[in-house]
């Protein structure tokens, strides 16, 4: 039987190397001293590869989120707040 919690473990545990191993950027595979975590899907992204959402102001990778070429100019959109733009 599955454990109706499973997903919600895999969340509150955020994916964090053992001391001692390289943590390497998502995007780039470039080994980094990465602090932050794509806010959809946890994996690491260093700062240059990093995108800031202009709606909900997460960090994602470029894999989490799409950029909107609109009437306004260019918006990074996380995919959460990408369903909700017309």
């Given at each position: 039987?599955?454990?109706?919690?499973?997903?919600?473990?895999?969340?509150?545990?955020?994916?964090v190397?053992?001391?001692?191993v390289?943590?390497?950027?998502s995007?780039?595979?470039?080994?980094?001293?990465?602090?932050?975590?794509?806010?959809?899907?946890?994996?690491?992204?260093?700062q240059?590869?990093?995108?800031l959402?202009?709606?909900c102001?997460?960090?994602?990778?470029?894999?989490?989120?799409?950029?909107?070429?609109?009437?306004?100019?260019?918006?990074?959109?996380?995919?959460?707040?990408?369903?909700?733009?017309?």
């Open positions: 039987m599955i454990s109706p919690l499973r997903g919600v473990e895999g969340k509150a545990n955020k994916a190397p053992p001391v001692g390289s943590k390497a950027c995007s780039c595979v470039r080994t980094a001293d990465v602090k932050e975590a794509c806010s959809q899907c946890d994996r690491f992204v260093c240059s590869c990093s995108r959402c202009s709606c102001n997460t960090v994602t990778c470029s894999l989490c989120s799409v950029i909107d070429y609109g009437d306004v100019g260019e918006q990074v959109l996380c995919n959460g707040c990408s369903i909700f733009q017309v």
